[in-house]
């Protein structure tokens, strides 16, 4: 039988008493990819962010379990050498390398003192050739482009060796050539080394050549969750965009590919 990973049920969040997430409820099996989807402010971030539990103050209802377990559960430690999050790009940068960044990503499986063993350097070593980064790996964060940045925390995210990763909006910043390396990369993950992923994006095409489930989310609310031609069938963009698209065959590949009309 085939594990589930995630588990969402009927979980809602608030702050400050404003409902930002409303009655989410999916389920991912191990090795399952799921592209998040949605207009600005539909709550993407923040569904990414409370299975990361980096908001403390808001209140929640439903339950989310990993694993069988619920979220809240959880040791943080244990939670970090489970879940690996690369965060929406364009805020603050922590004073490090790129190299201190990986290194610092491998601190769930240190033991006390924080000393990193063979296997963390190798996991580091490996993370850094998978994303081409290692010509930079001692170079400041602050000093990279916000695509080398980007590239440097889906770096650290994979030298975390987690069985699921979570990505808000990995291309944002990246040029065409650096885009189709991440999705390359992405797919090695997901294919080969059978990691769950959740990626956020705004890029539509990205699910249709991504073979997993879609999430579509709209102020908060699950428009849709499921599979791709069904989300096609049912024109549920329109609904979520309000606005109308073209869905044609790919010429070069034939796979079905959107384009918003103008
Ligand atoms: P998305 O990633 O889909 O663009 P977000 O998850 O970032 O959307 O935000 C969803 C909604 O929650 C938005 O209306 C946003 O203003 C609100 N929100 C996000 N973070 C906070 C916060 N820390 N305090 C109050 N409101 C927030
Ligand atoms: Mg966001």
Avoid at 58 to 63: I, M
Avoid at 152 to 181: G, N
Wanted: hydrophobic share 40%; proline share 4%; with cysteine.
């Amino acid at each position: 039988m085939e594990q589930t990973m995630l588990h969402i049920q009927q979980f809602s969040f608030a702050l400050e008493g404003n409902s930002i997430l409303d009655g989410l409820s999916f389920s991912l099996a191990k090795g399952e990819y799921l592209s998040v989807i949605g207009p600005n402010g539909a709550g993407k971030s923040t569904l990414l962010k409370c299975l990361m539990r980096v908001h403390e103050h808001g209140t929640s209802r439903g339950e989310i379990r990993l694993k069988g377990r619920l979220l809240s559960e959880y040791a943080q430690r244990t939670l970090a050498a489970l879940v690996s999050y690369v965060p929406q790009a364009g805020g603050w940068v922590p004073p490090f390398t790129v190299e201190e960044l990986l290194r610092l990503s491998r601190y769930p499986y240190l033991a006390a003192g924080g000393v990193l063993g063979k296997t963390d350097q190798e996991a580091v070593k490996k993370a850094l050739y998978l994303t081409d980064m290692h010509m930079l790996a001692s170079r400041r964060l602050t000093s990279l482009s916000g695509g080398e940045r980007q590239k440097a925390f889906v770096a650290a995210a994979l030298a975390q060796e987690t069985e699921i990763i979570l990505l808000d909006e990995p291309a944002s910043f990246l040029d065409p050539k650096h885009t189709a390396e991440l999705n390359r990369l992405i797919r090695v993950l997901h294919r080969e080394h059978g990691v769950t992923m959740l990626t956020v994006t705004h890029d539509l095409n990205h699910p249709l050549c991504m073979e997993g489930k879609i999430l579509v989310l709209r102020q908060g609310r699950q428009l849709f969750f499921g599979q791709t031609q069904e989300m096609l069938r049912k024109n549920i963009l329109e609904d979520a965009f309000s606005h109308q698209f073209i869905c044609f065959p790919h010429p070069g590949t034939g796979r079905p590919t959107l384009l918003a009309k103008e």
